[in-house]
């Protein structure tokens, strides 16, 4: 099904495990900031709905979205996380670049599943233009951070 036929954004909490016990690592891309704040607040305020605290949820930055995978296992390593959100937005330029940064992040944050013990969720926009970006970060499709959360907290009750 494509974004385009559901929202991002909704959610069943009596389908998703109380996240009160778990502690949640999110690394953001500083690329495309516009974008990627408006995931991270979407991703923030979910977890926060499912009964994550405050002080259970750590953020770090990088610099771009192929960054995301050496954050992520920092983010594992150093912080004893249940869970890990990377968040990044990548938009077509005129170059090939696009393709590549978006095979290389999916890519290393696949291998970071397979290594290590705790989940990482694929929260990267790979967007044609900015305004599929927008419409996927708290617009008309709802917001890709918020179905991240939700897929961090089923993941982290999976693998406790
Ligand atoms: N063009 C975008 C990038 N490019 C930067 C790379 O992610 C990386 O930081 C650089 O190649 C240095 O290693 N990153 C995004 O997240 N989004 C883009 O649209
Ligand atoms: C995804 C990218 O790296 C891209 O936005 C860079 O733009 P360009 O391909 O025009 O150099």
Redesign the pocket.
């Known amino acids: 099904m494509a974004t385009a036929n559901k929202n991002l954004s909704e959610y069943d909490k009596s389908t998703i495990p109380n996240a009160k016990d778990f502690r949640f690592g999110i690394v953001v891309s500083e690329?495309n900031s516009e974008i990627t704040e408006g995931l991270f607040d979407g991703a923030y305020k979910a977890l926060i709905d499912c009964g994550a605290s405050e002080s259970n949820i750590i953020r770090s930055n990088v610099p771009?979205s192929f960054e995301l995978t050496f954050g992520s296992k920092k983010m594992i390593t150093a912080e004893k996380v249940d869970a890990v959100i990377a968040i990044g937005s990548?938009?077509?330029?005129?170059?090939?670049?696009?393709d590549?940064?978006?095979s290389a992040t999916a890519q290393g944050i696949k291998d970071l599943n397979v290594l290590y013990d705790t989940p990482v969720i694929f929260c990267v926009l790979t967007d044609n233009n900015l305004q599929q970006a927008i419409d996927r970060s708290g617009g008309k499709h709802g917001n890709k951070g918020a179905e991240a959360a939700i897929a961090a907290i089923k993941m982290a009750d999976l693998a406790k």
Request: aromatic share 22%.
């Open positions: 690329w771009g990548v938009i077509q330029g005129e170059t090939k670049h696009f590549f940064v978006c």
